[in-house]
């Protein structure tokens, strides 16, 4: 039984799982004391499904719709450190490739709600 409408949504458990991923990540830069490289992965990945979480306590389409946006702002921003740490060699081109398709996955659901929210 869930609580709360955001444990329903899809988009939103596949933000938990690849956050829980990105998380890993961050722990080797973090061994590598690279600790405000993997705080910012951390965060930006925390970051997509807190929004959805948020978003879906709304009280209008409008302003689920906001939150959503910035969610799909912070998968970009994932991304991008995602790059950055292949250019660094914390993390293998594989990985990265896998990480950089999951998050484009994410990005186009977190797209699709939106544009149903607004429509």
Do not use: P
């Not at 039984?1 to 722990?27: K, P």
């Not at 209008?60 to 702002?73: G, P, V, Y």
């Amino acid at each position: 039984m869930n609580y709360f409408r955001f444990e329903d949504l899809e988009v939103w458990q596949d933000a938990v799982a690849l956050g829980v991923e990105l998380f890993d990540i961050s722990d080797i830069a973090e061994s590598k004391k690279l600790y405000r490289f993997a705080e910012q992965l951390r965060g930006s990945g925390l970051s997509i499904s807190n929004n959805i979480a948020e978003g879906s306590g709304s009280y209008s389409d409008k302003e689920f719709a906001n939150f959503l946006n910035i969610a799909r702002r912070s998968v970009f921003e994932c991304a991008n450190v995602v790059i950055i740490f292949h250019k660094r060699n914390l993390i293998k081109s594989d990985t990265k490739q896998y990480l950089l398709g999951e998050l484009c996955r994410l990005s186009k659901r977190i797209t699709t709600l939106r544009k149903t929210l607004i429509s």
